[in-house]
């Protein structure tokens, strides 16, 4: 779980400064500081109320496009060199492209050092699952609104609860000749489904899940059809349910990732305010990839390399000048 514990170090240092000059020296001399977040198809087969695809309107204007087999070598070619992850999924359903398994593998063939697959898991087969194990998927990260049917199949509109545990069951079985491989569940909740989660570990302790992380709910894209972003009714009671989450997860040896408050100004940001927040790194290491949109404005990934593009508008010389510049987390 090497990704996981660099997420952990991140944590323990509170400095930016000591932040940006690690990312700096690992910048310099060519190391991988990527996270890639690859939408290969702008499509999906729910219509998540808390999702972009709720919205009819942003789904006709902006969730349009495939990326071509041919392509993904030239991806691999600019960006897998520099990769620390891959996280194939971020905004659509993977599912739905027809070369996941070559993408793994040509992953695996530029030696990123983690694979994910992000996905509502409705669409994975058996067959599927042990072709992208077999090509080098080191994780399945399993997106759920709800712990019972009734909520799950209410927020995942689309969605089926049954198909959703199929798909638990199958890579619990997979695990067990290839036990390596990572589940983990993101659970996103709101005022609606919150209190659910005192029953996440009773009724999924058949699976084998090795990392379940809460992700409050927060407003994305252009309006979606659930919008209450309010988690005020909760507040008080999060400590308690997280921390009674948090000493079944470490029962079962379970990976249990949390804000430790969800506290915020509702009035100005849906963004939960945590003691090391680290999102000012995230222009620098965090390199989103669809059918339509290529990480930064200038960058001609046809035409030249993630390298050569630092070199050609001082990448470096703009990451040096951060170690000095005096930051306040607001």
């Not at 079985?173 to 919150?194: A, C, G, H, V």
């Amino acid at each position: 779980m090497k990704v996981y514990n660099l997420l952990k170090i991140n944590h323990l240092i509170k400095s930016h400064r000591i932040k940006f000059f690690g990312l700096w020296l690992l910048n310099v001399t060519n190391r991988r500081t990527l996270g890639v977040f690859l939408d290969p198809a702008l499509a999906c087969n729910f219509r998540c109320k808390m999702c972009n695809f709720s919205n009819d309107n942003y789904v006709k204007e902006k969730m349009k496009g495939v990326l071509k087999e041919e392509d993904l070598e030239q991806i691999a070619k600019v960006s897998f060199k520099n990769a620390l992850k891959l996280q194939i999924g971020c905004a659509a359903e993977p599912t739905l492209f027809k070369h996941n398994q070559k993408l793994i593998a040509i992953a695996k063939r530029y030696k990123v050092p983690h694979i994910s697959m992000v996905t509502n898991g409705n669409l994975l087969t058996e067959v599927d699952i042990t072709n992208y194990v077999n090509a080098g998927l080191n994780e399945f990260i399993i997106s759920v609104h709800g712990v019972t049917k009734e909520t799950y199949e209410s927020f995942m509109e689309k969605g089926s609860f049954d198909l959703f545990h199929q798909t638990l069951a199958l890579i619990s079985e997979q695990k067990k000749t290839n036990p390596q491989l990572l589940l983990r569940i993101n659970y996103t909740f709101n005022e609606d489904n919150f209190y659910e989660l005192t029953d996440l570990f009773t009724s999924y302790k058949q699976y084998a899940i090795d990392i379940v992380q809460l992700r409050p709910i927060d407003r994305v894209g252009e309006g979606t059809v659930y919008n209450n972003y309010s988690l005020k009714k909760i507040e008080i009671d999060y400590k308690t349910v997280s921390n009674q989450l948090k000493v079944e997860a470490q029962k079962r040896a379970i990976t249990f990732i949390y804000p430790s408050s969800i506290s915020r100004n509702e009035e100005q940001s849906s963004i939960v305010k945590t003691a090391n927040n680290s999102n000012y790194l995230v222009p620098f290491v965090s390199c989103y990839i669809s059918p339509r949109f290529y990480w930064k404005e200038g960058f001609d990934y046809k035409n030249e390399t993630f390298f050569e593009w630092k070199k050609r508008i001082g990448w470096n010389k703009e990451l040096f000048k951060y170690i000095f510049i005096s930051k306040k987390i607001n």
